[in-house]
């Protein structure tokens, strides 16, 4: 088992900047591959970057060359910078962590979750 709790979280202009932040507990935090989706009004949870248990990151194109995944295993905290924000970045952020052992850079690897924290972009 694992808990994972995000903060960081809120409104930044177009163009602006937010970072998130996600502490988990529980499990083996540098064994974990951590990761983070995101969900808008209407639409289905989509993954946005994840980091493996060795350092290794991936982003969805979406994302890519803006946003920027990190982990501190010393402080068993994954980061999400995000910047350049465009509207369509709104969404709520959910931090997720996979059992030991796994990548996390496919959707499915992912069996625990934050309770989400907003992020909005204003158009």
């Known amino acids: 088992q694992m808990q994972l709790v995000e903060s960081g979280g809120g409104m930044a202009q177009a163009g602006g900047s937010l970072r998130l932040l996600c502490v988990g507990s529980?499990?083996?935090?540098?064994?974990?591959?951590m990761g983070w989706f995101r969900q808008a009004p209407g639409k289905e949870r989509e993954w946005v970057s994840g980091?493996?248990?060795?350092?290794?990151?991936k982003y969805a194109d979406s994302v890519k060359g803006r946003f920027t995944i990190s982990r501190d295993n010393a402080k068993n905290t994954v980061y999400l910078q995000m910047n350049s924000l465009k509207p369509e970045d709104t969404a709520v952020y959910f931090c997720a962590a996979t059992i030991p052992g796994r990548d996390g850079f496919a959707a499915w690897e992912y069996d625990y979750w934050g309770q989400g924290t907003q992020v909005t972009v204003p158009s």
């Open positions: 980091v493996s248990w060795r350092g290794l990151s």
């Open positions: 529980g499990q083996n935090f540098r064994s974990t591959a």
